[in-house]
């Protein structure tokens, strides 16, 4: 699968974005970075996954070859497409792989300070036409791209997790960005079968600003005893048709992302109806962070998940 998109003659010096994406890096091989890749693959893209240690991508494509065989096993995509989209994933050790690339995703961690020293360390094995994109689901795009060689062609493209089931893409232009890059991207995203949702370069964006306060509301509603887990949960999924209960969502999203966004929003907007619940900051402090660490909202440690309040 190539993305072409007709590329403006540009004065000689200035990064050219690519005529055509072929190949696409992604740095972070865990929960976000493995659907990513998933998608990229599955939709005929090269893709180089990069993390710190070749463990974790190849916990990344064992993962992601038994949910594309489960997929598969559900009649929501041929059988025969599997091993060849696993084929397309190859782990890349360092950056230095990523020389080939057109595109490449950030998918690390949501800490500032760790994708602005991803990003600064990373453009010096580019193609100068390379676009960059970052995958945050909260921070300033405009603030990450200054910290590039190519602010006009990095910008946000933040998936839903999980990514192979979730159809949105929210794609986010920095004040940089220029119209090329978004064309391209756009279309990348499309031909992943998925909808874009275009948002101004504000803190948590469109869905996270919508729907981490929601989360954060629910731990308050914990916090002050108003109610337990267990009520808060089937409350709203009983009483508004949600599919997850709020804690539910949190664990599944993981509290240390929960409490990342909801400081962004709170340091960003400088408003007080942000400000993180001090029950979500213990947890966090804990190291309870819901389902990836067995324990959070609930304890996953046993067949069946047990309210932990």
């Not at 998918?107 to 991803?118: M, Q």
């Amino acid at each position: 699968m190539n993305v072409a998109v007709k590329s403006a003659d540009k004065p000689k010096g200035e990064h050219k974005t690519p005529q055509v994406i072929k190949k696409v890096g992604i740095i972070g091989a865990g929960q976000m970075g493995t659907g990513i890749a998933h998608v990229i693959a599955l939709s005929g893209y090269s893709v180089a996954l990069n993390d710190l240690k070749k463990e974790r991508v190849d916990e990344s494509v064992r993962t992601i070859e038994k949910f594309m065989n489960r997929l598969a096993e559900k009649g929501l995509i041929e059988s025969e497409d599997v091993a060849p989209a696993l084929k397309r994933i190859d782990f890349a050790p360092s950056f230095d792989s990523f020389g080939d690339c057109d595109l490449v995703i950030e998918a690390a961690t949501e800490e500032e300070g760790l994708k602005r020293k991803i990003f600064t360390d990373v453009c010096s094995y580019l193609k100068p036409g390379t676009l960059l994109a970052t995958n945050t689901s909260s921070i300033s795009i405009t603030r990450l791209a200054s910290t590039t060689d190519r602010p006009e062609h990095f910008i946000g493209m933040h998936f839903m997790n999980p990514v192979p089931l979730m159809e949105l893409v929210e794609l986010i232009r920095g004040i940089a960005t220029d119209d090329e890059t978004f064309t391209i991207t756009k279309s990348f995203v499309e031909s992943l079968h998925k909808t874009v949702a275009v948002s101004e370069d504000f803190p948590a964006f469109i869905v996270n600003r919508i729907l981490l306060p929601m989360i954060n509301e629910a731990v308050y509603t914990l916090y002050e005893g108003v109610g337990t887990v267990e009520m808060i949960d089937k409350a709203m999924k009983l009483g508004a048709h949600h599919p997850m209960g709020p804690l539910e969502l949190a664990d599944f999203i993981g509290l240390d992302t929960c409490l990342s966004v909801m400081q962004v929003l709170y340091e960003g907007l400088s408003d007080s109806k942000y400000r993180p619940c001090p029950l979500l900051v213990k947890y966090v402090e804990a190291g309870w962070l819901g389902r990836k660490t067995k324990r959070g909202f609930y304890d996953y440690r046993g067949e069946t998940p047990i309210p932990t309040r």
